[in-house]
């Protein structure tokens, strides 16, 4: 009876844990969408698009390769909402799968650029001396070039294709992250504890990993989030001019270029509904991350008098 009773007031307590956790997380939704509209607008158009790219199959109306040369250059009815473009295809279902070739792009490029640029700068920044010299006039060349410059260069280098633009984009990406990781690991690398582990006997790697990043991690979510919608828009620059995603994929900066262009007067659609999910879709991830940086920069705390 005894085991049973304590088997219960134990799966009470977590219980109860669970819930006053799902209450602090509420609590702190609430705040954040009170105190920062236009980070919580964002944040709905970013739930939103990642909804979209997940859901894609099945709301799409139609397959968004499917080609019917007798619908060509339909303008928006009920039945094609967006109307179809210069081979017939639904502009509606290209548009709702092109969301998976921006968010695939945005996130991985991002990640893998902010990977590399975070070791980068916490290497360089730990260790300092001539290694941080060396990495730090690497970074500085590579952010010498225009980044859609350098995104062209790197992917007609390797080819047209979507894993190659993923790749220049995380080269793009890195030089940038790696500097600011580093003004972040140089201050934290001075504290107390820092030392102290040092004293202790903590090897490099395990003062890096454990006292050292997990306090620099607010800029890296910053950097991610303002990022994905820098890295979605070059993406669909390379796609404009051609060396992007490779057709019959459907790149919203794709649907932009060629047949937009050509039938702009006669089929303004082609450019304008594409064009509306690229700036949303930028405007979302602008607005998120512009938040969590007054969220989670020590120095913007309390300069909101909400």
Partial sequence: MARGRQFTEAVIAE??????????????????CRT????????????????????????APYDPLL??????????DAKYLLGTDQTGRDLLSR????????????TLAVCLGTLSGTLLGL???????????IIQRIMDSVMSFPMLILAMSLVAMVGASLNNVVIALAIVFTPGTSRVIRGAVLSVKENQYVDAARALGASDRRIMLLHILPNVTAPIIVLVSIQVAGAILVEASLSFLGLGVPPPAPSWGGMLSGAARKYMEIAPWLAIFPGIAISFTVLGFNLLGDALRDVMDPRMRGTDKR
């Fill in 36 to 59: 920062k509209p236009l980070g919580a607008i964002g944040g709905v158009l970013v739930l939103f698009l990642i909804l979209v790219a997940i859901l894609a199959d099945v709301l």
């Fill in 67 to 76: 080609i019917n040369p007798a619908l060509k250059l339909q303008p928006p």
């Fill in 123 to 133: 290497i360089g920044a730990y260790f300092g001396g001539k290694l941080d010299l």
């Fill in 95 to 106: 548009i709702i799968h092109g969301s998976r070739i921006s968010i695939y792009v945005g």
């Fill in 15 to 32: 219980r109860l844990a669970e819930k006053s956790t799902g209450q602090r997380v509420f609590k702190r939704l609430w705040r954040f």
